[in-house]
């Protein structure tokens, strides 16, 4: 689109006025020193009318020469809170985030849910504050939850009899905000993902309580936790022995994903979308993964792009993960603008 670049008015002064830039110059006004008093009031009324004028037609054309690559702003994003609750598994106060739809505070609608798991060393807040999930978000009917974890790996402590963290995502989270949220609280309207650690959160859930989610997505997942991931990553094996105890314990069993996904259903499993960096470290695994759901025909999508194992890589992978949601939860787009990543 061409933006106008000037506006000339010629009636008692000349006045050029760059209304894309903002600029103004050129203010030459006819001589009054020897006006009379009557005639000068009549000149002043025309100039404050000609200057309201110039103002309202600046504002018009501004509207006309958009920033076309901009963020959203803060209006035309959903509400976002932080909800602290007693987790009955954990037997503590645990907080989660929750970014809620535009509209949601004003309205009486209930809404489908999304679960959005951290990763390791991460916390309900990642999600929130280190990718643009508020801006992608507006463009759907949708609440999004973002709960704290810790380093657990999300599951049941082998060696922290206190820390059973499956049930607190699976059991209390769920529970809270179906009880506190006007959410739609069932099966086909409730999805969860996850980055790394949570994107393996994620699957494990699908695959262990299939009955609870209708999607399921990882972005590069962690899905050698209870298996030798420390090989690649030997920083998460303090993480990874407090979860999964001893090698061989029945816990690193129970939380195979390859036992899990041999053992699936695939009448009653969610459909699962994976995606990960060609440049990630993690890959192998992801690509193992795949492979697996390919042998089993369990229902999947596996998108390899360019990228690591960085923030940049998961911000840029939860545009078309959201649009992933919103085709298989059936979303009814939002009533707000959409929003383009600079």
């Known amino acids: 689109m061409q933006c106008a670049k000037s506006i000339d008015l010629i009636v008692l002064f000349d006045w050029t006025f760059d209304v894309c830039g903002g600029k103004r110059e050129n203010v030459l006004l006819d001589n009054i020193r020897h006006m009379p008093a009557a005639a000068w009031r009549v000149m002043r009324f025309r100039i404050f009318f000609l200057i309201a004028l110039v103002a309202v ?25 932080q909800r602290v609750f007693h987790s ?30 951290h990763g390791w060393q991460g916390n309900e807040t990642d999600w929130i504050k280190l990718t643009h999930l508020t801006e992608l978000s507006a463009s759907y009917q949708l609440i999004i939850v973002t709960p704290r974890a810790e380093n657990s790996w999300y599951v049941n402590s082998d060696t922290k009899p206190a820390d059973h ?40 859930f699908a695959l262990k309580r299939p009955a609870l989610f209708n999607f399921a997505a990882s972005i590069s997942g962690a899905f050698s936790g209870p298996s030798g991931i420390e ?28 036992s899990l996904i041999v053992a699936a259903d695939p009448a009653t499993l969610p459909y699962l979308f994976l995606e990960c960096g060609s440049s990630d470290p993690l890959l192998p695994s992801n690509r193992h993964v795949a492979a697996e759901l390919s042998t089993y025909r369990l229902r ?43």
């Not at 990553?233 to 195979?256: C, E, F, H, V």
């Open 300 to 342: 999947y999508e596996y998108r390899e792009l360019p990228g690591a194992h960085t923030w940049s890589f998961w911000d840029n992978s939860l545009s078309p993960m959201l649009a992933e949601v919103a085709e298989h939860l059936h979303l009814q787009p939002a009533a707000s603008a959409t929003y383009t990543s600079p």
């Open 57 to 81: 037609l600046t504002s018009f054309t501004a509207l006309a020469c958009p920033q076309q690559t901009t963020p959203l702003p803060s209006a035309a994003t959903g509400t976002v809170e």
């Open 165 to 204: 963290y499956a049930d607190y995502i699976l059991d209390d989270v769920i529970h809270d905000v179906d009880s506190h949220y006007r959410t739609v609280a069932d099966t086909q309207h409730r999805a969860i993902a996850g980055l790394s650690m949570g994107g393996y959160g994620a699957l494990l």
């Open 231 to 258: 090989a690649v990553m030997p920083q998460l094996k303090p993480s990874i022995d407090q979860a999964y105890g001893t090698w061989g314990s029945a816990t690193r069993k129970l939380n195979d994903l390859d």
């Open 88 to 117: 009955n598994s954990l037997q503590r106060d645990m907080p989660y985030q929750v970014v809620l739809p535009i509209g949601y505070v004003a309205g009486r609608q209930r809404y489908p849910v999304l679960y959005l798991l």
